[in-house]
C-alpha cells in the first residue's frame, strides 16, 4: 500500500468546476481532513446539472435526467455488495451479477463516488481499482460518459488511508483545502444554520483552521492528529449542532452543552454557550429594530451585534427594511462591524439585489469605502 501526501490543495469550488470536466476520462481521488464536505461533491455536481440529491441518506442510487448518482461507502461493503457470479445451468457458464447498486439497468452515464475508498478492505480496492481505471463494475462495463470521484482522508490524518502501489499512478490525487469561515457562513446562511453558531464562527474564525498551518498547535477547536479528540469543530459537525441549539430552551442548558461537547468539542461548545445566553436578549429584527431603528437600545457586546447582523441577513425582505435596518447599523460604534454587515449583505443571495439598489447602504459606502 502507498501513502500519499499533497501540498498543493484546491477549494471544493474548484473541484466541482474540475469533476465533471476530467472524470470520465481521469478518475479523481480528492484527500481532506474529516468532516470538509468531500462527500457533497456528489450533490453538488447533482445540483450543477439540474439533478437533485442532497445526502446519502436519500438513497445510494439516484436517477437523475442527465446522470445517474451513485454513492458507495467503500469502507462498510464486501463482495456480494458489489456483484458475484450466478451459475448459467443453461450455458454451464459462469456470470457476473452486478449488484443493484450501480443501476445497470439504466442506460444513462453515471457519477460513482467511491466514498472513502482507501479506507476499503485490501480485496475490495482491487474491484474499485478496476472500476476507477477501466469502468467496469467486475466484468461489467459502465456507460460511455460515467465519471469516476473517490475521497478519502490525509495520510497525515493517521487514520489509515492507503492506496495500492499499481494504482497511484493511473488516478489524479489531489488535496482539497479545508473551507474556511467565509465560505462556509455563506453556505451556512444560505441552508438555514442558526445565527448564534454563524455568530459564533464569525468571531472564531480559527475554529475552521486547518492542523496543517503554521501555529495551529494550541488551536483547541479543530482536529488534529497529533491530540486526538473525538469531537471537534469541523464545517460538518458545526452543521449538525444546529439541531442541539434550535432545540436548546426543552433540552435545558445542561444536556446542551453536552451535546454539543460531544458533536464540537467542550472548548467549542462553552465558548457558544455565551452566544446562546446573548440570543435570548436581543431585539427582534422585524419586531423591534426595523419599526424602531433609532429608538432601540443598540448592545455594547459585538457577539450580539453580529447575532443581530445574521439575523437581519435571514429575515430583511424590503427596500424599506433594509433602509430601516441601515439607519440602525449607522448607530454601531464599530465600522468593522458595519462592514460585516455590508459584506454579509452583498454575498447573500436573498439579500444582494436589496443592498445593491439601498440608498443607505450606497452613502455607507462612499462614506467607509477605506474599509471595504
Known amino acids: 500500500m502507498s501513502k500519499i501526501n499533497f501540498n498543493v490543495p484546491v477549494t471544493i469550488e474548484e473541484l466541482r468546476t474540475a469533476i465533471p470536466l476530467i472524470a470520465e476520462e481521469l478518475t479523481v ?19 450543477d446539472n439540474g439533478d437533485k440529491w442532497r445526502s446519502p441518506k436519500d438513497g445510494n442510487s439516484i436517477e437523475g435526467d442527465k446522470f445517474d448518482y451513485i454513492y458507495v461507502d467503500c469502507p462498510v461493503k464486501d463482495m456480494s455488495d458489489i456483484g458475484m457470479t450466478i451459475p448459467n445451468h443453461a450455458s454451464k457458464t459462469l456470470e457476473y451479477y452486478v449488484a443493484s447498486l450501480f443501476n445497470m439497468k439504466d442506460s444513462k452515464p453515471k457519477y460513482i463516488l467511491l466514498d472513502e475508498m482507501m479506507k476499503a478492505p485490501k480485496m475490495l480496492q482491487v474491484i474499485f481499482m478496476r472500476l476507477a481505471l477501466e469502468r467496469m463494475v467486475g466484468d461489467a462495463a459502465c456507460t460511455k460518459g460515467t465519471r469516476i470521484i473517490a475521497t478519502s482522508n490525509n495520510v497525515t ?5 492507503g492506496m495500492l502501489a499499481h494504482g497511484v499512478n493511473r488516478v489524479a490525487i489531489v488535496q482539497m483545502q479545508k473551507p474556511r469561515a467565509n465560505p462556509w457562513l455563506k453556505w451556512a446562511g444560505e441552508n438555514g444554520i442558526s445565527r448564534v453558531i454563524r455568530s459564533w464562527v464569525a468571531a472564531n474564525t480559527r475554529c475552521l483552521n486547518s492542523y496543517t498551518d503554521d501555529g495551529q498547535e494550541d488551536n483547541p477547536y479543530i482536529f488534529n492528529p497529533k491530540r486526538p479528540a473525538t469531537s471537534f469543530v469541523s464545517p460538518r459537525s458545526l452543521a449538525k449542532c444546529d439541531v442541539i441549539v434550535r432545540n436548546r430552551d426543552m433540552i435545558g442548558d445542561n444536556a446542551t452543552t453536552a451535546f454539543l461537547a460531544g458533536t464540537i468539542g467542550m472548548s467549542a461548545a462553552k465558548d457558544m454557550a455565551v452566544y446562546m445566553s446573548l440570543d435570548k436578549k436581543l431585539p427582534s429584527v422585524k419586531l423591534e429594530i426595523i419599526k424602531d431603528p433609532f429608538g432601540v437600545e443598540v448592545p455594547d457586546s459585538i457577539a450580539a451585534q453580529m447575532m443581530i447582523m445574521f439575523e437581519a441577513v435571514d429575515v430583511l425582505e424590503t427596500q424599506d427594511e433594509m433602509t430601516k435596518f441601515m ?8 465600522n468593522e462591524v458595519q462592514t460585516i454587515f455590508f459584506t454579509m449583505a452583498m454575498r447573500t443571495q436573498r439579500t444582494v439585489r436589496l443592498a445593491r439598489n439601498n440608498k443607505e447602504i450606497s452613502d455607507w459606502c462612499v462614506a467607509n469605502h477605506q474599509y471595504m
Not at 481532506?32 to 447533482?46: D, N, R, V, Y
Open 29 to 47: 481521488v480528492v484527500l481532506s481532513e474529516p468532516g470538509c464536505g468531500k462527500t457533497s461533491l456528489l450533490s453538488m455536481i447533482a445540483a
Open 157 to 161: 490524518d493517521g487514520v489509515g488511508d
Open 327 to 334: 439607519q440602525f447599523v449607522k448607530r454601531i460604534d464599530s
